[in-house]
């Protein structure tokens, strides 16, 4: 079983950064998607990595601002978001599948999630 635990959330003031951490105990067999989920709105898919790290995907809203990375030495993934908007705002959920050499953004293709970490962008 795997146990993902995301940190790094928080308040920031719109046009800041954060960069939220997700670590597991043998994440680097996994590919990793990141997702969000707003008040009032339905869960949506971020940002993913493969399990090497080589293929990634972000979605258009974030591109330019948000970036996904890893580092399989120390079993985290990571999603650093810059000049943040208030629409950001949301629960963001790290998650993990067994996937070989790609990754995707539905939600329900993986098989393990994290609790979330609240990003609350605001003035």
């Known amino acids: 079983q795997l146990q993902l635990v995301e940190s790094g959330g928080g308040l920031v003031q719109p046009g800041g950064s954060l960069r939220l951490s997700c670590a597991a105990s043998?994440?680097?067999?996994?590919?990793i998607g990141w997702f969000r989920q707003a008040p009032g709105k339905e869960r949506e898919g971020v940002s993913c990595?493969?399990?090497?790290?080589?293929?990634?995907h972000i979605i258009d809203s974030v591109k330019g601002r948000f970036t996904i990375s890893r580092d399989n030495a120390k079993n985290t993934v990571y999603l650093q978001g810059n000049s943040l908007k208030p629409e950001d705002t949301a629960v963001y959920y790290c998650?993990?599948?067994?996937?070989?050499?790609?990754?995707?953004?539905?939600?329900?293709?993986?098989?393990?999630w994290g609790q979330g970490t609240q990003v609350t962008v605001s003035s």
């Open positions: 990595i493969s399990r090497s790290g080589g293929n990634t």
């Open positions: 043998g994440l680097d067999g996994y590919a």
């Open positions: 998650a993990a599948v067994r996937r070989l050499y790609t990754c995707s953004v539905a939600g329900a293709e993986y098989s393990y």
